[in-house]
């Protein structure tokens, strides 16, 4: 299955301010996923981002706040603009595996503090 | 995205007890998939399911894809403190596309 680097793997923030979040896959995939994980909650869908085009948002979650970049088919980064403490949370990104025996991987998680 | 419903929220046992937990979707879905979160760490695939009736097992592990294609379980045997952690199903009606998941079952083994 894809081995996924993310960073950084934690970090706080002072509100107002932004954070990009990066993820590198060690192989090529077509689509990249964010999600978002607040404190003691599940998984939470923020958009789906292709290479080549804009991503797709999830209703709850817009550009502005969120902007995604997808350069190539093994890189994608998340920004989380204008902080604010409701931000605080852990920030995921995932792939599909190749083959049906993989599953989703995902990258170990930025948890972000927002003070 | 579509929330999935995991039960139960919490479990607290005894080491060596045997453990089961289910999901159930509104809609059907062409893939299940069980993970295990520790704190700090993002979510590791334990189990993937892709057919109807489907039941695979990973070491103690067994998870079954329901017939109905609604619903998934995922039963533990012979718990150890290792056990510790935080079980989600996840599920979606296309592969490739992105996973709608449980709430969550949290695990407390006790030795």
């Known amino acids: 299955s894809a081995v996924i680097s993310q960073k950084p793997s934690r970090d706080i923030c002072q509100r107002g301010t932004s954070l990009t979040i990066q993820c590198q896959v060690d192989s090529q995939v077509t689509m990249m996923f964010w999600y978002r994980q607040q404190p003691g909650q599940s998984l939470t869908l923020i958009a789906t981002?292709?290479?080549?085009?804009?991503?797709?948002?999830e209703s709850g979650f817009v550009i502005d706040k969120f902007p995604i970049s997808r350069p190539n088919l093994t890189f994608s980064t998340l920004t989380v603009s204008n902080m604010s403490p409701e931000d605080s949370s852990i920030y995921l990104c995932s792939v599909a595996a190749r083959g049906r025996e993989g599953g989703y991987t995902f990258g170990s998680g930025t948890r972000l503090t927002v003070v | 995205g579509q929330q999935l419903n995991q039960s139960p929220q919490s479990m607290f046992i005894q080491e060596g007890e045997d453990v089961s937990m289910n999901c159930t979707s509104s809609?059907?879905?062409?893939?299940w998939l069980w993970y295990k979160q520790d704190p700090g760490e993002g979510p590791v695939l334990l189990i993937a399911?892709?057919?109807?009736?489907e039941l695979t097992s990973n070491g103690r592990l067994t998870a079954q894809f329901g017939i109905t294609r609604k619903d998934s379980f995922l039963n533990i045997s012979a718990s150890i403190p290792s056990d510790v952690g935080i079980y989600f199903c996840a599920g979606n009606s296309n592969s490739g596309y992105a996973l709608n998941f449980g709430k969550g079952t949290s695990l407390l083994v006790t030795p």
């Open positions: 809609s059907i879905f062409n893939t």
């Open positions: 399911l892709y057919k109807a009736g």
């Open positions: 981002a292709n290479q080549g085009s804009e991503a797709t948002y």
